[in-house]
């Protein structure tokens, strides 16, 4: 190289210098914080347990009941993954639906219900319904963070999530975490529990939702694969603040 | 318990830390669209959390050799047809990428960089003379960003991203043929 190079020799040379060097590639972005490096090594960590699962995810018996709509999309559409949060009493994912476990085990059988502000109550209906195991007694229950940050309960006594690895619950939700449930809750009721719309309606929806929901900082998007969809639904996560719109079935 | 979680977070945290720009620019290169760049990058480390205790000992350079070559993998496959991207990724659980390249992927690294040892120490400094937003933008161009891709990275529009990549173009030129001149000009902007 000279300096009687054009300037565009020289732009293309730069171009071809910098892609042969990995080295030089991370300035294409800023640096992250430390609360995104937070969220990505729990995204991480999540992606990394749900494979070492993976294997044995057949063999385990796992019913569910409820409409937990926007849950099951997420699940299926499987770009919007779930993170963790292993250091806080309070669900990252409140809008996930809760899992009410049928023994004090991580990989025991749950059935999984609609979100709500009361799990113990709701998990003991489940019990008293005679659906979480052979007896209809409600044991004491006692609602723990999983590690992909939704709400369990177990039967068991407060100690119940240290002992598994968890966290305890907060008492109460913040009232962040309640207006999220508030807005999946809608997502739900008026969007993916109704009839079907192309992708272009939905998110028109979905924006109109979350404006009148109060909620700051949500970013809601069409995914790549979906803009044509003539049947689309929404998922809904609450860690980076997205809701993404996701052809149907 | 606790502390082996922790020293875990930790070692993947420094991990991502170090390589994460890298290996999402590896992957934005081949995927256009950001929804899966994000879903392989979270792939990608957690390939690397599961080997974390032999990676983590490794130098910098044999890290980012691996995680790009594990990111190109993954990508290339993704690409060709979705369905195959997890049946990739079970193959490189249960045979991962050597840490080491091969010996032809070396020795065709090394006749690079010998030839372009010194134009190589000069683009560099110059780039590094750079302000960030005009190294981010050619780095950008380079890995193949278009102009509308550029803009909603940076959060600029399609002008205003013209224009960046012109004047950053320009200020490389300069802190290549005179880096003196370019530092000096660079100082007395406010």
Known sequence: MSDDQTPNELADLVDVWIRDRPDAWAAAFPEPTEAELDADVDRVVVRARSLADALNAR?????????????TIVIVGGSVGVAALIRSGQ???????????????????????????????????QWANGTL??????????????????????????????????????????????????????LVNEVNAAACAAAVDVLASAKRIVDESGLDGWTIAIRGDSRDADCAKVALDQPTKTITVIKFP | MTDLRDDREDRLRNLIRVHGRTVRACLARLERDPASVDDLWVDVFALASERLDELAPLPDSTQRSWLVRTASNLTANHARKNNTRRKTLETLRRDPLPFVPSAEEDAELRLADAESELR???????????????????????????????????????????????????ALRQAYVDPVVHENATRAQP
Request: charged letters at 25%; aromatic letters at 2%; glycine letters at 6%.
């Open chain 1, 59 to 71: 063999r385990r018996r796992r019913r569910s009941i409820g409409a937990v709509v926007v849950g």
């Open chain 1, 91 to 125: 669900p990252i994912q409140p809008a996930q639906g809760i899992a009410c476990r049928a023994a004090e085990d991580p990989r025991s059988d749950a059935i999984v219900i609609p979100a709500n502000a009361d799990p113990i109550a709701a998990c003991a209906e």
């Open chain 1, 133 to 186: 195991g052979p007896t209809s007694d409600v044991p004491p229950l006692t609602v723990c963070i999983a590690v992909t940050g939704v709400v369990e309960v177990y039967p068991g006594d407060s100690e119940v999530c240290g002992r598994i690895g968890l966290v305890n619950a907060d008492a109460e939700l913040t009232p962040d975490n309640l207006a999220v449930l508030a807005l999946n809750d809608r």
């Open chain 2, 120 to 170: 190589s120490d000069a683009l560099r400094a110059a780039l590094d003379m750079l302000e960030p937003a005009a190294r981010q933008v050619l780095v950008l161009h380079a890995i193949g960003y278009d102009g509308p891709r550029i803009a909603a990275e940076m959060s600029i529009s399609q002008a205003a991203a013209r224009k960046r990549l012109m004047r950053a173009r320009f």
